[in-house]
């Protein structure tokens, strides 16, 4: 694609028209969307879900290795993941874009039509946003709108002692995959001639640069009659997360080395990489994966799921957060995974 078409020809409004001219809506609930002061809503007596996310060049994504059209995918996976880590259904989003006079009309239009491919996979409706001017960098802010019958909200705080603890998917690839994009940018900017090999590593590359939110997962809750007792998703790390689920319900939890799900691949790429592939796991973060806790006497509801892992049990929160390792031994866990801040 050799088109270029300044934004500047088009002007702010000219190309909020542009990139929204086309939404079609997946909810009757979607009353008013782009194009009033605000978006409007009714939710016929359920409960309101609400979560947002702010995406930063440089900080969530380096453009020089994330196609536009799967950032355009991954900001509305992410954010419609913790709607779903509420066990509630994603129903509408904002997006606000900040950028530069980098940015032509052609490669906004890539980026909106990853946004809207995964609008039509979660059944979500674009209703409004922000566009900016941004001096440094690509700025994202995404929020996420959705529905809950009364009172089926599920929290971060609710896990007991004995219930069992889970996780959809498989851990640590999306970290790998960074590891390995990264490792290529590097070997790109000291000899422009070599050409990034990603051979036989397509599903930790995926798993980053395309992550999907567990929407089949709290489709399968529903249907089996299943309600968590606490639920989180996976975006700083498992151990991270685990620690916030514990912390929020007062509770502690073992959890075995073994049973900690990981991909042939993940287990392929760590060995390369010289890293464990269980502290990738624990660690990695952007997994997106869903970790929750189920009453004991709902695990023959689990049935033959085989995305859903029971990767240990709670405790009371005197017995601490331990990793039951290969080895035979526990360790504490600790918050490794990613945090903005640098410190737990
Ligand atoms: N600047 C802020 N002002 C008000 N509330 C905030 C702010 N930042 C975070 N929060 C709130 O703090 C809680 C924890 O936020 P956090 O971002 O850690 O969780 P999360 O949304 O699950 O993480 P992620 O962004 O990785 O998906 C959420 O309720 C969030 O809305
Ligand atoms: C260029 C680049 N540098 C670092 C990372 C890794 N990373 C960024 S944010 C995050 C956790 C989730 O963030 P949040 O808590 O804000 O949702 C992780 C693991 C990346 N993907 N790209
Ligand atoms: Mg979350």
């Not at 999306?174 to 599903?203: F, S, T, V």
Request: proline share 3%; glycine share 10%; with cysteine.
């Amino acid at each position: 694609m050799s088109e270029r078409t300044e934004v500047g020809s088009l002007g702010e409004f000219g190309l909020i028209e542009h990139l929204t001219k086309n939404i079609e809506f997946h909810n009757a609930s979607t009353l008013q969307g782009v194009g009033d002061d605000a978006a409007v809503i009714d939710h016929f007596g359920k409960q309101t879900v609400l979560s947002t996310d702010l995406l930063l060049e440089g900080v969530h994504f380096d453009l020089s290795y994330t196609p536009l059209q799967h950032l355009g995918y991954k900001t509305v996976a992410v954010n419609v993941s913790d709607i779903y880590a509420m066990n509630a259904t994603p129903t509408q989003i904002l997006l606000s874009i900040g950028f530069s006079n980098r940015f032509s009309v052609e490669a906004l239009d890539e980026f909106y039509e990853g946004v809207y491919a995964a609008c039509a996979r979660y059944g979500v409706d674009l209703v409004g946003g922000d566009t900016t001017s941004s001096q440094k960098g690509f700025v994202i802010s995404c929020t996420a709108i959705g529905e809950v019958a009364p009172d089926q909200y599920v929290k971060r705080t609710g896990a007991q002692k004995g219930d069992l603890l889970c996780v959809s998917g498989d851990l640590g690839a999306a970290y790998l995959g960074l590891l390995l994009l990264e490792r290529e940018k590097r070997i790109w900017m000291e000899n422009p001639q070599i050409q990034p090999d990603l051979e036989g590593e397509k599903y930790i590359v995926g798993r980053l640069l395309k992550p999907e939110a567990r929407k089949d997962i709290i489709e399968f809750f529903a249907g089996a009659g299943i309600r968590p007792t606490s639920m989180i998703d996976i975006s700083d790390g498992l151990s991270s997360e685990l620690l916030h689920l514990c912390k929020g319900s007062g509770v502690g939890a073992m959890l075995y080395e073994e049973k900690l799900p990981i991909h042939d691949d993940t287990r392929a790429a760590a060995f390369k990489f010289n890293s464990e592939a269980t502290a990738c796991a624990l660690s990695g973060g952007e997994d997106y994966e869903l970790l929750f806790t189920i009453r004991q006497d709902d695990f023959e509801k689990l049935g033959n799921v085989n995305d859903i892992t029971v990767i240990g049990y709670i405790t009371d929160a005197e017995a601490g957060v331990q990793l039951y390792s290969k080895g035979g031994n526990k360790y504490p866990v600790t918050a490794q995974g990613w945090n903005h801040m640098g410190n737990a």
